[in-house]
């Protein structure tokens, strides 16, 4: 059944109480079971296992996976299976639903773990006791929660953003629950909806609805078989393990995620020609096309008026400015101390660059400053949407009364609950960690402002910048006590926290309001959901990172936990709060030149300071166009910022994603009731969201697999395996006829490690 939503002109033209009287009318299910004691502890027990993975991929890769669409999928199998076998009833739609709100909710509990909390472990070479982790963790989140409902009228209902990663959520559902109940008030019975009485009606709606099933089931196969044939965890599983035709991953065959790496390596052995600008070649500035399914069908949902403004950020930045600062010196390659003269200059051809050290170093702050900027813009531009909120909360009756009142999360609980958990949370950071309570009381403006920045671009693209925002506020607050380490961290993961959650809390609740759900009901889940996170991950968190840890041996922390992940978020935090330390170290001058480059307090370089002012400039123009233009203004300007900050094969896929999608909607619009037409125009998002979903699924279980499947890394590996069991087989012999075992001999000197591949 084709889901009701609202045109782009009604969307522009319609007042946010018609919107809400609409979605009343046309999608609202009632007292459809949603919340119920099983949907709730499926939701637990799910959610629970995939924090536990998102763990794991977190800490090997540094990002996390979204479970939205996983959960979906694997509660639905789940029920399925059980109700063919008659031991309980299928799920209803929105009994789906409040599971992905949970399963999702304590899928990105782990941020913190791998990252800020990490980090403060590593600086102060000691574990923080499991219930200071756990009661932090569920804090914050809940904060997150209390923060993101006053926001929830202005993304969801007035700007009917798409949430990418939410929309495919609703989509897959619709598609696997064909014959649900159509919502609306106009079709309910006792508050119940009801089958439309039309026979014909609800055969045209279940056919279409069993077609989107399997456009989304072929496309889910797609994406799984791409994702798999690319996954070390999955090829190795294959042909280690069960083919036999590999002994170790070094000899694994795989797809190369990188589309244009063959390029380079040709170009490497035949001298060809490489793209440059500014004499750093293109691969060197980050600026590589990588096979990420999950980004094309994200890019399918989003659309190529979004995709433009993300690829001219990317563009402009990567193509242009950032090439200019490299020449100009404002940007050093990242060996810069190891290829550096005596006159500061280096050899090109021997520097190292790359996307993650060009944002960090400089880009960053532009990109961040057009989001800022932007978002406060679009906030300002309709305060009504925020005011209304809590003006609601003092109307008595009247034909303005709000219709979505009774089902809506009740505004006094954040008013009541955010000065609370603010207290409480202050005072946490004090007694264990030591923040100033001041401190912490001034983190909370920031707190919220980053939150907005992080649902606006969660609402675009599903990707929440939670990495780039927290370096605002670690160099904020750590400029006002840069020798304590705890103070940037532990407010800048509060910061990050609660952005994630709020953001993540939108992106639950979007398909929920496609569906027809209670947003107090997903509330509900999603604070299930961090009880299930927190109880899940905390535990394996010792168990993975720390039980190997020796201190008595002198040993590091951050030895033992790096020793097989590679902890990339927790090290770049660690990183910039010994680089806060440095500058409480430093002279005090406001301006300060490191290596030829001048520096406020040693750290923000004066030109991207000056770039952030032109950032902030070219938000407030692109916003106030938005404006005049009634919306129609064709590019955004956080999706240029986004576009900054976000890898350039992440943006590139989006932007192609949409490009295929829109060309194959627009040639088949016209031809109404053909395959083309149900395929590319009716079923697109069923389409999208299945690449996702198959990507997603394969991505986890590629996860898990690295996790528990040991397998040889290296032919060397294999070889002192081989020997040594050929050893322990002659020691085995001799033990039997009563004889000396054989001395091992020496093990082999270790190859010498690879040069670094830049």
Known sequence: MALPHLTDDQVRDMSREEKDRWWLKNVFRGDMPQLTLRSAVTGFLLGGVLSATNLYVGAKTGWTLGVGVTSVILSFVIFRAMARSGFVKDLTILENNAVQSIATAAGYMTGPLISALMAYMFIENRAMPWFQIMVWNILASILGVLVAFPMKRRFINDEQQPFPEGRAAGVVMDSLYPSAPRGGTDHMVNNLPVERGDAAGDDEGARAGVFKAKALAAAAAIGAIVQMLLAMGWMSLVQIKMLGTSKSQETVWHLTERLDKWYYDYAAKAQAWVPRVQGVTVEQLGVTIGIELAMFGAGGLMG??????????????????????????????????????????????????????????????????????????????????????????????????????????????TLVGVPVMVGVTVLMNWLWFGVNPWLGLLSIPLIVLLTLIAANATALTSITPTGALSKITQFTFGAASPTHAGTNLITAGMTTEVASNASNLLMDIKPGYMLGAKPRQQAWGHVIGIFAGAIASTPLFFILFLSDWTPATGQTLREAATQKYDMIGAVQWAAIAEVIRGMGSSSGETIQVVDGIRKYWGVLPV???????????????????????????????????????????????????????????????????????RLWVDGREAVCAGVIAGWALFGVGDGVILAFVEVPKTEAQVAQMEKQAIEDAKAAEAAVIGQPAPSPAPAPAPAPAPAPNP
């Open 304 to 413: 190529l008026r979004l995709t433009n403004s993300l690829m001219i950020g990317m563009a402009l930045n990567y193509l242009l400015i950032a090439p200019l600062m490299i020449a100009s010196g404002e940007i050093l390659p990242k060996n810069f101390a190891a290829i550096a003269q005596a006159d500061g200059s280096f050899d090109l051809s021997k520097a190292i660059f790359g996307q993650r050290h060009i944002m960090n170093s400089w880009s960053l702050w532009w990109g961040v400053s057009m989001m800022v900027t932007a978002s406060l813009a679009g906030l300002l531009a309709k305060p009504k949407v925020i005011v209304s909120a809590f003006t609601g909360l003092f109307r008595r009756g009247g034909s303005n009364e709000d219709c979505l009142r009774h089902i809506e999360f009740p505004m006094w609980i």
């Open 607 to 677: 030109s991207a300071a000056i770039a952030m002012g032109f950032g902030a400039l070219a938000a407030v123009v692109f916003e106030a166009l938005k404006i005049l233009t009634r919306g129609k203004f064709p590019l955004s300007a956080v999706g240029i910022g986004l576009g900054v900050v976000l890898g350039p094969e992440s943006t590139i896929m989006m932007w192609i994603g949409a490009l295929v999608f829109s060309f194959l909607e627009m040639i088949n619009r016209s031809r109404i009731g053909s395959f083309g037409h």
